[in-house]
């Protein structure tokens, strides 16, 4: 499952709501862990993950539009 803001609506807090509840159903399910991968690039939603509480745990390489681009991936212990 993912989270998705249109780029016309970030910045409006969206993420964070969408964070907390997305955090509270997965404790009602007994999710044990959260994770996702970030574009490095990607700074303002990665603060917001680590003010969640994830941290990173690996990252890799992939190309976007013929150039390398770093993604972390993500995790959060419930």
Same mark, same amino acid.
């Given at each position: 499952m993912?989270i998705?803001? &249109? /780029?016309e609506?970030r910045?409006? +807090?969206?993420?964070r &709501?969408s ?6 159903? =997965?404790?009602?399910? +007994?999710? %044990?862990n959260? @994770?996702? @991968?970030?574009?490095?690039? &990607?700074?303002? =939603?990665? %603060?917001?993950f680590? =003010? $969640?509480?994830?941290?990173? #745990?690996?990252e890799?390489? @992939?190309k976007? $539009? /013929? %150039? /390398?681009?770093? #993604?972390?991936?993500i995790?959060?212990?419930?």
């Open positions: 993912g998705v803001i &249109r /780029d609506y910045g409006n +807090g969206y993420m &709501r964070m907390e509840k997305l955090i509270e159903k =997965a404790k009602e399910l +007994g999710v %044990k959260l @994770t996702d @991968t970030v574009p490095k690039n &990607r700074q303002n =939603a990665l %603060k917001v680590y =003010a $969640f509480g994830f941290e990173k #745990v690996g890799f390489v @992939t976007k $539009f /013929d %150039k /390398d681009e770093v #993604v972390y991936n995790e959060l212990k419930l």
